[in-house]
């Protein structure tokens, strides 16, 4: 089983930036996509960016050029570094992992962490 802890969310304003970080943790040898995932109240949940655990990246379009995402294999820690935030970007935040290696065997998902709500106000 995979046990995933966000954290780094809080309130921004306008142009302002966050680090969100998310931990993964208990029974399993390696990870493999992992991705952030956003939902704004009174919408669905929806994609904001995916890593491969080579690496290989893919982005909302509405992210593109603002959010980075990356994560860190050896600490199974899972990043997304958000830049020129705007009020669109309010939502809950939550981590994804989309299958684990355990004892020879991939174990899918989907996975989910607790969320971390962004806000991003004046």
């Known amino acids: 089983q995979v046990h995933l802890v966000e954290s780094g969310g809080g309130l921004v304003q306008p142009g302002g930036s966050l680090r969100l970080s998310c931990a993964a943790s208990?029974?399993?040898?390696?990870?493999?996509?992992m991705g952030w995932y956003r939902q704004a109240p009174g919408k669905e949940r929806e994609l904001v960016a995916t890593?491969?655990?080579?690496?290989?990246?893919n982005y909302a379009d509405s992210v593109k050029g603002r959010f980075t995402i990356s994560r860190d294999n050896d600490k199974n820690i899972l990043y997304l570094q958000m830049n020129s935030l705007e009020p669109e970007d309010t939502a809950v935040y939550y981590c994804?992992?989309?299958?684990?290696?355990?004892?020879?065997?991939?174990?899918?998902?989907?996975?989910w962490g607790q969320g971390t709500q962004v806000t991003v106000s004046s």
């Open positions: 994804n992992v989309e299958s684990y290696l355990d004892s020879g065997r991939w174990y899918s998902g989907p996975y």
């Open positions: 208990g029974m399993f040898f390696s990870i493999g996509a």
């Open positions: 890593i491969t655990f080579g690496g290989n990246t």
